[in-house]
């Protein structure tokens, strides 16, 4: 079985976002940058189907400048075979999902996974545009999947529960919490990364669709009230009057 | 530059964040001066199609196929495109629940439009462009971003626009047949399992949450109590979901549900960064802990540095009183 992982490299959770003094991009300054963590949860499961057969091959990918490869390396390091890199800044979702798409086309791959967004862009776009470009069926917000042979079982979150669904492969899946655990990479991973092949692709000029005119950070709240602990009462009756509860 | 909303039906309802995306419709409409429409697929009874009226639009495309009766992508986004296409549409407008999540990216490819994901509010129109906003970063970055082409699918943001049900007319059904080509992809879906829990996370007005400050999982009847009382759904932050002490689909935060609620309570949660990213966008938070150092207080409107174990049960007694008094 063939997997491909898409990989985002995104700012770690923890990071305190600020912008560019132009508003055009994020301040990298201190940043750490690791996999898009829904991506890694794709990756995570690629590894436990990796580690029940001894025929499981996984591929991760990445649209980004050389400074995605320590995430790539990162990737390499929790189990991924090899890995690839289209070089070009991305622009949006969909030159991504072209990128992917057309580079993915001919090489026949059974299981596609991605996150279900990315921690930067969060527009969960890429996966159903993927899909829809490669013309293989697609599971959204997967919490679960079991693989018998040809035979998928996928559990995909729905408003207020889930939904239990069969699919054949090929099929790409976007992954979020629940599917698999994420792995710490061990010391032979990490050495093991170094000499596993990093492909970088030339990038075919493509158009995107959407424009990033600038960020800023969102407005903060003006400051906290505080009441009394021994009167919480007050609390509660401010937020009827202000028609809250 | 006519407008066309995907108004999902939930077991024969409109929900909220439909009813949200209708609004926004017609607004986006009314701006552009131009037509609105909908796209209703399955069945419903016939009232419940007024509330779209209620919302502004007359005129419904209405889909009824056996075949359509369960919510499969890649059908419903078949339906919706053919739909668009014939009638020269060029805005699709959806919700962001979860069926509209996974149908809206590969509907924009077979449409060949722009998706933006998430708007915030309406465009403001500048050198004749519409340029709209949305959260990016968790939250933490307001983006600006305009489409490039003139066909363009856009999601709103729950609860970020609100319902406006003031407007009358008449209901004007257009029946529309569909007969559904040889399915390549199809995925077949066999069982739904509900949570139990009667408000669901992402379309509540109200959300009670509970952390580490709790204690244990049998300290959570006092945050129920509170949330059955003001009609809110129940939430937890990561570590506590973590530990099992509460289920893995009440974990708000980055890497669980981001939610935005008209209100926030959230009670033993220290709020570290990555728990603000999910509820950022909520309109009003209250944050109650015993530090009063937590960082939530940063984020918060209302505040009460107290133990938990104390403050809850009087907040409960409070909201029994108000509610008595009414």
């Known amino acids: ?109 059974d299981l596609i996974f991605t996150g279900k967004e990315s921690i930067d862009e969060n527009a969960g776009a890429v996966p159903g545009m993927l899909a829809e470009l490669l013309g293989v069926s697609f599971i959204s917000y997967a919490t679960k999947l079991d693989i018998n042979g040809n035979s998928v079982i996928g559990y995909r979150e729905i408003d207020n529960g889930m939904e239990i669904l069969e699919a054949q492969l090929p099929l790409l899946v976007s992954c979020q919490k629940g599917i698999a655990e994420w792995r710490i990479p061990n010391m032979r991973g990490i050495m093991a ?15 995107n669709r959407v424009i990033t005119l600038n960020f800023k950070q969102p407005e903060g709240k003006t400051g906290c009230v505080y009441y009394s602990s021994d009167n919480p009462e007050e609390l509660i009756s401010v937020l009827s009057t202000k028609g809250i509860i | 530059m006519s407008v066309l909303v995907y108004a999902e039906l939930d077991s024969g309802k409109f929900k909220k964040a439909t009813l949200e995306a209708c609004s926004y419709g017609v607004a986006l409409a009314s701006m552009r001066n131009s037509d609105v429409a909908a796209i209703v697929i399955g069945e419903c009874h016939e009232s419940e199609l007024f509330q779209i009226v209620e919302c502004g639009i007359s005129k419904v495309f209405r889909v009824l196929d056996s075949h359509l009766e369960t919510f499969t992508t890649s059908k419903y986004i078949s339906v919706i495109q053919k739909i668009v296409r014939e009638n020269g549409f060029n805005t699709l407008i959806t919700s962001q629940s979860y069926n509209s999540k996974a149908i809206t990216p590969g509907l924009s490819i077979r449409l060949k439009s722009a998706f933006i994901s998430g708007v915030i509010g309406l465009p403001r129109i500048e050198g004749g462009k519409e340029i709209y906003q949305r959260l990016a970063f968790s939250g933490k970055g307001v983006e600006e971003v305009s489409a490039l082409l003139s066909d363009i699918v856009l999601s709103v943001k729950t609860n970020s626009f609100g319902v406006n049900k003031n407007k009358t007319g008449e209901l004007n059904v257009i029946p529309f047949n569909f007969s559904l080509s040889d399915d390549v992809n199809y995925i077949v879906p066999k069982e739904i399992i509900k949570t ?131």
């Open chain 2, 196 to 326: 139990s829990s009667t408000i669901s996370l992402t379309d509540a007005e109200k959300v009670v949450s509970g952390g580490r400050g709790l204690k244990g999982p049998e300290n959570w009847g006092m945050i129920e109590e509170l949330a059955g009382l003001l009609g809110a759904a129940t939430a937890c932050s990561k570590p506590v979901a973590d530990v099992e002490w509460r289920p893995h689909h009440e974990h708000v935060g980055q890497t669980g549900i981001q939610i935005s609620p008209d209100l926030y309570i959230a009670i033993g949660i220290s709020g570290a960064i990555q728990h603000l990213a999910g509820v950022n966008s909520s309109k009003v938070i209250v944050v109650i802990n015993k530090d009063s150092e937590a960082p939530f207080f940063k984020s918060a409107d209302y505040g009460i540095v107290g133990d938990a174990f104390e403050v809850v049960p009087k907040l409960i007694n409070a909201v029994k009183k108000m509610k008595n008094s009414l």
């Open chain 1, 1 to 109: 079985m063939n997997i491909l992982v898409c990989i985002s490299h995104v700012p770690d959770t923890t990071t305190r976002i600020t912008f560019e003094p132009n508003g055009k991009s994020l301040n990298k300054a201190g940043v750490t940058f690791v996999i898009n963590p829904y991506d890694e949860f794709g990756l995570s499961k690629a590894m436990e189907f990796k580690e029940k057969s001894n025929d499981v091959h996984i591929s991760v990918i990445c649209v980004g400048d050389i400074e995605t490869e320590p995430t790539l390396r990162k990737a390499l390091a929790i189990g991924a075979d090899d890995a690839f890199r289209i070089d070009t800044q991305p622009l949006d979702s969909f030159s991504v999902a072209t990128l992917i798409s057309d580079w993915a086309r001919d090489k026949s791959f």
């Open chain 1, 193 to 207: 990364a170094r000499s596993k092949p990093l492909t970088v692709i030339n990038a075919l000029q493509v158009e």
